[in-house]
Every structure is written in structure tokens, then in C-alpha cells.
């Protein structure tokens, strides 16, 4: 076995067997699980509590009992009992709400009385009711036949989207825009997630060989450079196997949990994606985890002993977190000019730029070049960190960042 | 098989760590390379192993550069102690020997006999961490050799180990000499460097202050250890004529000589031709050449 091989093996496999991989892959997957079991573990806690009693009193000569449809958090009751009587009920909290109902001026006015505040969500679904009411009691008035009433109702506008870009044209459906941003969305929080444990690793693990002076016995025996590219290979390995154990959990969940509606539904997005969108976001999400190994291995190559890590990593996680609330913020709108901007820094287009590709009318042009970046700053970083590692990884200061950096700089050269 | 190093210069902007180092170890010797804290010992340790570049100057291994070398004939022991904490005493064993070209089945009777040489036995299974500092140690030194360098270099093997493990160690050093390695040591105590050197370099702030044989050293300072078991009080003994130092040492009194001839009217002065308990003229001992050459304040090797 090679020297590169030997190590990357025995990084990968302490690495591998280490309670805080295990326990990270495990509390990935049971992330995962609580969003795929969301609804059974939400009703595991709520199941049992009976819907919230909402008193509809309805002052207006319109009929609006087929608007008001009980659930399972709501039953709404259609009360035509004194007001007194029923503001005692919610006083005594054997009802939840009041929603009187009156004309005002020809338009409907709701009033809300409670004694406990209503949650959020059935505050929300009552104010969309009473909105749709509105609507309904408007075109009440009007005396309009039932059937323009429907239409009116039922009116709907059809968008078609007309792209006069010719570099753009051919533009992406909603559908495909809507699959794009979830799997951008996902791809985002993949590199981020990965980023904040494997940056951290491989700098911690290049620390603690050169804190615990086992590196002056390793490179003794291997070159700085074999032993630099077999912590980043190493690390890499330990990555894809967090991925491909996720992914495989995430795949026996879908096919085998609720009859396949998730595997359904995962067809679904993929089906909308296209296989140039699915290339940029495996390129982009490896390429990026890849720089950030770069990165990590050299900050670990600075540091005299572990404890020194979280100092060196607070700029590259800080890069990381502004990188991951850009691509958030993109959720809303994929096409600010923030967003713009960080799909081309290459420490955070990893991020952004697939949710560019998959949600935007991107040109073709725009993501080769974003990752024609990319790829120019890790050689730069590989060619950059693997000269100043073989300086810097028997160097020990003390002192800040910049001071260790000034360090290396005189001792070595 | 020669390590040589040739006008070795090593210097970092404005200070020079090692200044002209010329020295040559020949096949099979121990060589002591002994100096203060901040001599250059560390500093031409990492230049020999192409852990550091040199400056100026050539360091080469049988003719070869040592940068153009197999890394696998060398074998280091930093003088700070580093070894994989979470890692098992014989895995580590394992590691460092695969790591140095040899396959398993050559490393298992190697790795059993140096554990039953360094008596840890019933350690071989423990994660280093659990280990004491001293068997710590002897497992990153059985690490250092266990692929059977051509050339070793002990950076203070002998710190932090008691007297017992220190004969181990001597013992291990010397099988390893008769089998061919040569050895490059530093160590913080004389006698050991004085029991195991065959040659040594004296350092003094990347300086080599004297280069060459033990005794050649001593010979240079002649015998200019004079003990005495006397009567004579120790200012009248520093008012003799060649008397440089006086200074008692439990039951007898140890008189530093400018010159050797100086004994003979010292003997007669203090013997008038009278028995005299003790007199006894000897070479320095190489703590005491030591101290006289770097000034030395801190003893260390």
C-alpha cells in the first residue's frame, strides 16, 4: 500500500469509527426522520387534543355555512345563542373564539373574541376564511345569477412566460423553477452542513498531529505533500460516506415509508430537473467541499495546538453562514443582485449558484463562468496552501491568525 | 555508508541559527551533537531529514543529497514526544512501520521482540494515552527504528526516563549500533553522551566549537582534574601556583589546573615529602568541558 493510501486509510477509518462521526451521521438521519415522520409525530403530541370550538354568529342575511367547514383543529359551530351567553363560554374557555359576523357599509366585518389567544396557524386559517367570506358576500350583493357568481368565484388568469433573452430563451416552466429552488434549497443546506463538519475535521486533525508532535514522526516519513493530499482524500471519503449513508436512508424512507409518496414525489422534482442542472449541482456541491478541505487543511497547518482551531475556522465558518443566509434569502427571490454577486464568489457559489441555475433563466455562460472560478481558486488554494503547509506545518507561535501567518513567513523563508 | 555536512549554513532573515557546519559520521558510529537550548541541535536535526532547507551547504547521505535520498533509511525521534494518543501501542507499531515500506509479516517479529525488549508486554494493546510518559516514549522510539533505518537520529531519547528504562535504552542503542545503524543523539546528560559517543560536535549558538573524538576533546584540556584529600584549606589551596578553581565535593576537594604540568609542583607543595590521603589527576569530564565552553549557565545536551 502507498504511503498517500496508508494514511488516508488510517484518517479514514479513526475517523469512521469516532463517536462524533457516528453521532453526527445519526443526528442527520434523525433530522431527516423527523421531517419525514413530521405529520405522525405532530400527531403524536396533538392527536388526542380535541378541535378548538369556534362560534360562528353570523348577523348577515348571507348564507356562509359552507365556508366555515370544521377540521381536525377547528369545528365551527353556527350559534345563534346571545352573545352574553356565548362570551361567558369563551370567558370559561368551553369555547375557543367568537367570530361575529355583521354588514358594514355592504361589506362584511368580522370580530374575533377570545379569551386565550388563538395560535398562530388557526388565527391565520380563520382570517383566510373570513377573506374568502368577504369575497362571497360581495358578489352576493351584486345579484348576480349563480352561475356568474361561479365564474366570478372561480376566476382564475393564466401567466405563459415570454423570454425575449435569446441567450435566456427557452426559459424554465414554474414547475421546473419550483423543483429547481427545493433542490438548490437542499443542495445549499448539504454544502453548508458539510462544510461546518469537515472544515472542522480535517482542520482539528491536522492540529492535533502537529499539536501532539506526532507530524514531525509522519514527515519524516512521507512528504509534506503526500501527507497534505491524503488528509484532504481522506476527509473527502469520509464526506461521501456521511453522503451515500444519508442518501441511502433517505432512499429506504421514500420507497418503503407511506406506500413510496415520498419516492413519488422526489420523481417528481427530478422529473422537472434537467441533467445539466443536476451536473452543476453535484459539480458545485464537491467542488466547494473541496476548497473548503483546502482551506481547512492549511488553517490546521497554522495552528500550534487544537485548542487553536476554532480561532483559525471563524472566518471560513463566518464566509460559510453569509454564503447560506444569501441562498436562504434567495428562497424568496432567486434573482436579487446579491445573489447575483455570491453566485460568483467562489467560497459561496457552491450555495447560491445552483439555486440560480435550477430557479432563474439563467444563461448558459453565467454558471460556467461561476464555476470556471471555482475551479481557477482551488487550484490556486491547492498550488497556495500546499507550498505554505510545507512551511507552516512544523512552525509553532503563538499569537492571532495574521501572527502565525508572519511567523511561518520569517522562519521559512 | 557516511552522512557528511559540509559548510552548512541555515539563517532566517537576520539570524543565523547554524553557522558552518562541517561534520562526517561514519557506518555503524554514535554521534553526539550536543549544545545549549537555541544551539541549532533541532535546526540541523530537520536540515539532515529535509524537513528544513538548508541556507547554504550540502548535506549528503553516501554521496547523495539528502533530499534526493529514500526517506525510508532515516528514522527520527523528535525530542518532543508525539505519537497518535487514541491509536493502540502495537497499531501505532504497525502505522509507522507500514508507513516505512515494510509489510506486516516482517513487522509482527520486530514489533514482538522491541515490546518484550522495552517490557511492554501487557501494554500492547492500551491506547498510547492511557500510557505513562515512559512507556510513552519507548513506544515512539521502538516507532522511530522499527523499519530498520540505515541512519537514526534520537533528538533526547533519554528524557523522562527513569535509570531503568535509561539502561533499556542504552542497551537498545547499542544492538542497534552492532547491527550497522549509525546514530546522531543529542541528550540533556553527559554521562550518557560520554558512555555511547564515539564522536560529537560541540554547538554553541550554530557554531560548531569543537569537532571530533571524546578523548581528542578531553586531550585538549590535558589532565587538568586534580582531586585531593588534604588538610589545606581551600584559599590556600587557590593561592598554589596553576590553581584555577578550588571547589570541595563531599569528602575531598576538586582542583581545576590551568596547565597539567602544574600537578607535580602542586604534589610536592602539598605533600613536603609527607603521606597525603588523595591525589588523584584526571581528564574533565565532558559536563565540565561543557560548562567551560558554552559558559554554560543551563547544562543541556
Redesign the interface.
Known amino acids: 500500500?502507498s504511503?498517500f493510501n496508508?494514511?488516508m486509510k488510517?484518517l479514514y477509518m479513526?475517523k469512521l469509527k469516532s463517536k462524533s462521526f457516528i453521532l453526527m451521521t445519526l443526528i442527520y438521519v434523525a433530522g431527516m426522520s423527523v421531517a419525514i415522520f413530521w405529520s405522525d409525530i405532530k400527531e403524536l403530541f396533538t392527536g388526542n387534543d380535541e378541535a378548538q370550538q369556534i362560534a360562528i354568529v353570523n348577523e348577515t342575511s348571507a348564507d356562509l355555512s359552507g365556508i366555515f367547514i370544521s377540521n381536525a383543529d377547528m369545528a365551527f359551530i353556527q350559534d345563534e345563542t346571545n352573545l352574553q351567553v356565548l362570551e361567558q363560554k369563551v370567558k370559561d374557555e368551553e369555547i375557543a373564539a367568537i367570530v361575529e359576523i355583521s354588514d358594514k357599509d355592504g361589506q362584511l366585518h368580522a370580530e374575533i373574541s377570545t379569551f386565550t389567544p388563538l395560535k398562530l396557524n388557526d388565527q391565520s386559517t380563520i382570517s383566510s376564511l373570513l377573506q374568502y367570506a368577504g369575497q362571497h358576500y360581495a358578489v352576493q350583493q351584486l345579484s348576480l345569477s349563480p352561475e356568474q357568481a361561479a365564474q366570478i368565484m372561480a376566476a382564475n388568469t393564466t401567466i405563459t412566460n415570454k423570454n425575449l433573452n435569446e441567450e435566456t430563451s427557452g426559459g424554465k416552466s414554474e414547475e421546473e423553477k419550483q423543483s429547481g429552488l427545493w433542490v438548490s434549497y437542499a443542495v445549499g443546506i448539504l454544502i453548508y452542513f458539510f462544510i461546518s463538519t469537515f472544515l472542522s475535521m480535517i482542520t482539528t486533525e491536522i492540529a492535533s498531529?502537529k499539536g501532539?508532535?506526532?507530524?514531525?514522526?509522519?514527515?519524516?516519513?512521507?512528504?509534506p505533500a503526500t501527507h497534505f493530499k491524503a488528509k484532504i482524500a481522506g476527509v473527502l471519503l469520509l464526506a461521501f460516506t456521511q453522503m451515500a449513508i444519508i442518501a441511502g436512508v433517505f432512499l429506504l424512507y421514500a420507497k418503503f415509508v407511506k406506500g413510496g409518496v415520498i419516492w413519488d414525489m422526489a420523481g417528481d422534482i427530478v422529473k422537472e430537473l434537467s441533467v445539466s442542472y443536476v451536473l452543476y449541482a453535484i459539480l458545485f456541491l464537491l467542488l466547494t467541499i473541496i476548497l473548503y478541505l483546502i482551506v481547512g487543511a492549511l488553517f490546521g497547518s497554522l495552528v500550534s495546538k487544537v485548542e487553536e482551531a476554532g480561532q483559525v475556522l471563524m472566518p471560513a465558518m463566518m464566509i460559510t453562514l453569509i454564503g447560506f443566509y444569501v441562498m436562504l434569502s434567495g428562497i424568496g427571490n432567486p434573482d436579487t443582485i446579491v445573489i447575483k454577486i455570491f453566485s460568483y464568489i467562489p467560497f459561496t457559489s457552491g450555495m447560491v449558484m445552483p439555486m440560480r441555475i435550477g430557479a432563474t433563466d439563467i444563461g448558459v455562460m453565467q454558471p460556467l463562468f461561476s464555476l470556471g472560478i471555482l475551479v481557477l481558486t482551488i487550484i490556486v488554494a491547492y498550488l497556495f496552501s500546499l507550498s505554505f503547509y510545507k512551511r507552516s506545518v512544523?512552525t509553532y507561535s503563538t499569537g492571532g491568525v495574521i501572527q502565525k501567518i508572519k511567523t511561518v513567513l520569517?522562519?521559512?523563508? | 555508508m557516511t552522512l557528511q555536512l559540509q559548510h552548512v549554513t541555515k539563517k532566517y532573515k537576520d539570524f543565523t541559527a547554524v553557522d558552518n557546519l562541517n561534520f562526517t559520521i561514519e557506518k555503524g558510529e554514535i554521534f553526539g551533537l550536543i549544545g545549549q537550548n537555541g544551539a541549532g541541535k533541532t535546526t540541523t536535526f530537520r536540515m539532515i531529514l529535509d524537513l528544513q532547507e538548508t541556507t547554504s551547504g550540502t548535506i549528503s547521505w553516501n554521496g547523495q543529497p539528502v533530499n534526493s535520498i529514500n526517506r525510508d533509511v532515516l528514522g527520527y525521534l523528535p525530542e518532543e514526544r508525539g505519537i497518535f494518543p487514541t491509536m493502540k501501542v502495537e497499531e501505532q507499531l504497525y502505522f509507522f512501520g507500514e508507513l516505512r515500506g515494510m509489510n506486516k509479516a516482517e513487522l509482527k517479529k520486530d514489533i514482538d521482540f522491541w515490546i518484550s525488549r522495552f517490557e511492554l508486554e501487557e501494554k500492547r494493546k492500551d491506547k498510547a494515552e492511557t500510557l505513562s510518559k515512559g512507556n510513552q516514549q519507548k513506544v515512539q522510539l521502538i516507532a522511530s527504528f522499527i523499519h530498520k533505518p540505515q541512519f537514526l537520529i534520537l533528538d533526547e531519547p533519554f528524557s523522562g526516563l527513569d535509570p531503568v528504562n535509561k539502561d533499556l535504552l542504552k542497551d537498545a542503542i547499542l544492538l542497534l549500533k552492532d547491527q550497522g545503524t549509525t546514530i546522531l543523539f543529542s541528550s540533556h546528560q553527559m554521562d550518557n553522551v560520554e558512555e555511547l559517543c564515539d564522536h560529537l560536535c560541540l554547538l554553541k549558538r550554530g557554531v560548531s566549537l569543537f569537532t571530533g573524538s571524546l578523548l581528542d576533546l578531553k586531550k585538549q584540556y590535558g589532565k587538568t582534574k586534580l582531586s585531593v584529600r588534604t588538610n589545606w584549606s581551600t584559599t590556600q589551596l587557590l593561592a598554589l601556583e596553576g590553581v584555577k578553581d578550588v571547589r570541595v565535593e563531599k569528602e575531598q576537594t576538586v582542583l581545576t589546573l590551568e596547565e597539567e604540568h602544574f600537578a607535580q609542583s602542586i604534589f610536592d607543595e602539598l605533600s613536603n615529602g609527607k603521606y597525603i590521603e588523595k591525589f588523584s589527576l584526571d581528564y574533565l569530564t565532558l559536563d565540565e568541558i561543557f560548562k567551560d565552553k558554552v559558559g554554560g549557565n543551563v547544562v543541556e545536551v
Open positions: 500500500m504511503k496508508l494514511l488510517q479513526s498531529e501532539s508532535r506526532a507530524m514531525e514522526m509522519l514527515l519524516v516519513s512521507v512528504k512544523l520569517k522562519v521559512t523563508t
